[in-house]
């Protein structure tokens, strides 16, 4: 591999990228870790069955429920 | 039908819901919210599908005032969000009863099992972020670094993943610090002791190698570690959220009487009343199949009061007028009214509840086996991690510090702490589908290491209210279908409990009754017909008890009850009653006498005592108990030889300090959402058929758990060897780490699931 690429490149320089990389994918996931906060924050994960009855119910009331405080 | 209004219920009652809109109300149970909206919590046992919770949200188009409604099905609990200004709570609550779901106020503020759930799924998710992010990183590492040009990189991975850390060990990690350190503060050795003591040495010695040799550290393992010690915390506090297992006697009293006001000395008008607000002198009026809320004199009617509950006694006691009535007697005979003699609070049933013997006990003192092995377990590791560090510092000192922190992060003990949670928690989930509903996953040890079973009997081996009912005609008099219309629509006015047993025989049976006369402790008399039907005592319908009756054919031992019956003056035959065991009970017992020590203790008369010495010892067994001699009882047996684990099986308020004193306390229960005293364990009547069963499939349960401990032991000496020679690598480390932990978890789910099946098959 090191003689098709440029000296430089077979050191550390090129890989270099990765720490940038692996920063910003922490920041990634870190932003869904702060959603996931949000979530259980506001009682998302309180009750993981009911929701599910919810989406059988066809009657036209939940778009009353939605605009409720 | 000619319906007695004695027997009509109280539900139709406008005024059974007033107090809701009383300040003192609102004030404990509503949240205000911004903007003038409050919120109301309730219980509603009674849903129990999917469009139960679509009626019940569709609250907030059916009913002006409620801008939302939100139902928690776990829970079984409704949060409603509402305008005080438009809709009263009494209305709420109407609302809700008439469409089949009667609300429970009171219930509903004790359950908030979610915040602590939510913390451990919050330092869950940050250990598992971490863990796939430094895993991430120490993967180059674990396929030997320096090939892939890592050794730049080392370092910079090492800073960032000490820096991940951070909230893994003071955030996720927490709980098991603060679980050790009042461990020690009260000088014993929990499981956490040594998990505590792993965590931070992983963290010293991790955070050690990035600061002084840019090395890597041990962070994945740290995060992945903590990531499935909380799962396994996780996974044993998803219990039973729709039982309430706290009830005390406060929740069995009705909240309102109807108070009866004194205009003058005339007794006027009839007013719901909280029942705290009842003074001495009060007159009250209660309603058949009511409770009475106080200890109070007999003004009106004929008492007759169910006591099961309360004392134990089957039979309801009869009243006459001025006759004393204590607190928690049921009102089975028409409407009565009654003084008030000492208020709730001082009544005797309250005294008693709130005294000594009643409140919670300190510390049971069986211990859980996992704290027992913590103890042990610390210790040895302890030896160990000194010993090699002693045995390397005379040698190579560079390896003993090496030595000696792989060796206390090696014998954490992640499987041994996961073992518990996951055998527990899945059984707990097990004995739930056969009936039997655990307080929480640690019950399941107790049940595994009882050796004693003390019974209850009215209302746990029988059913507090239900005869077998069998006609016995006189020979002479051949009762033929007709007859027994008649008897029966006579009988239906009756609000007796046997009475009510013998109409239960003919409920097509609705002929008129006019002339309706009940006498108490005689009998009833009413015209149906144009026949006159008496029905009660053998001198009440002029019988001869004597007579050749056409004797039924039962077990031999059944207490029996007779109630005659005459037609026009003659007499016909009588009713023979029976109660009977629950069903299965009897071959229960008789397979329970072979592995338990069995006892039986009652609040009954020792009527029914020789039905009772073919499962228990004649010395076992106990009648006339009070509340108080129960616990004594459960007291002298737990002071026996060896400490046996004694587990109480009742279901009144009258065994509710012996459930509490005992170490097992199971109340059986008819309806599951319904008043039970406190417990450990809520256990649906028809599968008290099914205890042997389940004791023995919680003793299987144990035996995975030492299974499991033995072999999480066996990993940790694999990985012991390493650590001692100071050979434990990170990619050791992060290989068995999660090997271990995975094998416990699986061994534990797997092998409880296939011992639940032949459990679950019944």
Not at chain 2, 149 to 174: C, D, R, T
Not at chain 2, 314 to 335: F, H, N
Not at chain 2, 387 to 414: E, K, N
Request: proline fraction near 5%; include cysteine.
């Amino acid at each position: 591999m090191s003689d098709v690429l440029p000296s430089f490149v077979a050191g550390s320089v090129l890989m270099e990228i990765i720490l940038l990389l692996i920063v910003l994918g922490a920041l990634v996931a870190g932003a869904f870790l702060i959603a996931f906060f949000w979530a259980l924050g506001d009682g998302q994960f309180d009750d993981t069955v009911t929701p599910g009855f919810r989406v059988l119910d066809d009657s036209s009331s939940t778009d009353a429920k939605s605009e409720a405080p | 039908m000619h319906a007695n209004p004695n027997l009509d219920p109280v539900e139709n009652n406008a005024l059974r819901w007033a107090y809701l809109d009383r300040d003192a109300f609102v004030f404990s149970h509503v949240r205000e919210l911004s903007g003038g909206v409050r919120l109301i919590k309730v219980f509603v046992p009674q849903m129990s599908c999917p469009s139960c919770v679509s009626a019940l949200e569709q609250l907030s188009a059916r009913l002006k005032g409620v801008q939302r409604a939100e139902v928690n099905f776990p829970m079984r609990q409704l949060q409603v969000w509402y305008d005080p200004e438009v809709l009263k709570l009494s209305a709420l609550a109407k609302q809700m009863d008439l469409m089949g779901f009667p609300p429970d106020f009171q219930e509903a503020t004790k359950k908030t099992a979610s915040i602590g759930r939510r913390k451990i799924l919050a330092r869950l998710a940050v250990a598992g972020f971490v863990f796939g992010n430094t895993m991430m990183m120490a993967f180059a590492e674990y396929l030997g670094g320096e090939e892939f040009g890592l050794s730049g990189f080392q370092s910079k991975f090492g800073w960032f993943s000490a820096i991940l850390a951070l909230p893994v060990v003071f955030y996720s990690g927490a709980g098991y610090f603060q679980s050790a350190w009042s461990a020690l503060r009260s000088r014993t050795l929990n499981i956490d002791v040594p998990v505590a003591l792993g965590i931070a040495t992983l963290w010293i010695r991790s955070s050690w190698e990035v600061i002084s040799i840019g090395g890597m550290g041990y962070f994945d393992s740290l995060a992945g570690l903590l990531f499935f010690l909380l799962i396994g915390k996780w996974y044993q506090s998803r219990t039973h959220d729709d039982m309430v297992y706290e009830r005390d006697v406060l929740s069995f009293f009705p909240i309102q009487v109807m108070r009866i006001e004194a205009i003058g000395s005339t007794p006027g008008r009839a007013v719901p009343t909280p029942i705290s607000d009842l003074q001495a002198g009060d007159r009250i009026r209660i309603h058949y199949g009511e409770i009475v809320p106080c200890d109070a004199r007999l003004l009106v009617g004929d008492g007759l009061f169910d006591r099961s509950f309360t004392t134990g006694e089957s039979d309801p006691i009869p009243m006459k007028v001025g006759g004393d009535v204590e607190a928690g007697g049921r009102q089975v005979g028409g409407a009565v009214e009654l003084e008030v003699v000492r208020p709730v609070e001082q009544s005797r049933l309250t005294k008693m509840w709130n005294s000594e013997t009643f409140s919670p006990d300190e510390g049971r003192t069986i211990q859980d086996p996992v704290k027992r092995v913590a103890r042990h377990f610390t210790a040895a590791v302890l030896t160990i991690a000194l010993a090699t560090f002693g045995y390397w510092i005379l040698r190579d000192a560079s390896v003993a510090w090496q030595a000696f922190t792989a060796t206390l992060i090696v014998a954490c003990p992640c499987a041994l702490a996961l073992s518990l949670p996951f055998t527990y928690g899945s059984a707990l989930r097990a004995l739930g589908r056969s009936g039997a509903f655990l307080k929480d996953a640690l019950v399941v040890e107790r049940m595994a290491q009882a050796s004693v079973l003390v019974f209850d009997k009215t209302g746990t081996l029988t059913p507090s209210r239900k005869f077998d009912v069998r006609f016995e005609a006189l020979s002479v008099a051949a009762g033929d279908s007709q007859h027994m219309d008649l008897i029966a629509s006579l009988a239906a006015q009756s609000a007796h409990p046997m009475s009510r047993a013998i109409a239960r025989t003919a409920p097509d049976a609705q002929h008129r009754v006019v002339n309706f006369e009940e006498s108490a402790g005689h009998g009833t008399r009413g015209t149906v017909m144009e026949h006159l039907i008496k029905l009660g005592s053998a001198s009440w319908t002029e019988s001869d008890p004597t007579a050749a009756f056409d004797v039924r054919k039962g077990q031999p031992n059944e207490r029996v009850s007779y109630v005659y019956a005459s037609i026009d003056g003659l007499p016909v035959g009588r009713f023979s009653l029976v109660k009977p065991l629950r069903e299965g009970v009897g071959d229960e017992l008789t397979e329970l006498s072979r592995n338990y020590d069995l006892h039986l203790v009652s609040g009954d008369s020792d009527a029914d005592r020789s039905v009772f010495t073919q499962w228990f010892q004649s010395d076992n067994l106990h009648f006339n108990q009070r509340p108080e001699g129960k616990v004594a009882y459960i007291e002298k047996l737990q002071a026996g030889k060896d400490r046996p684990v004694v587990a109480m099986i009742g279901d009144g308020l009258n065994d509710a300090a012996a459930l509490r004193s005992s170490d097992l306390g199971v109340a059986v229960v008819d309806d599951l959402y319904a008043f039970s005293p406190a417990s450990d364990l809520i256990l649906s009547a028809p599968a008290l058929s099914q205890w042997g069963e389940m004791l023995r499939f919680a003793r299987g349960s144990r035996r995975i758990v030492w299974a499991l401990l033995i072999v999480s032991f066996l990993y940790n000496i694999v990985g012991l060897t390493f650590a001692v020679q100071g050979l434990l690598t990170p990619v050791v480390a992060a290989i068995l780490m999660p090997i271990s932990s995975m094998t416990v978890v699986g061994g534990a789910l797997i092998s409880t699931r296939i011992m639940a099946r032949r459990l679950n098959a019944n």
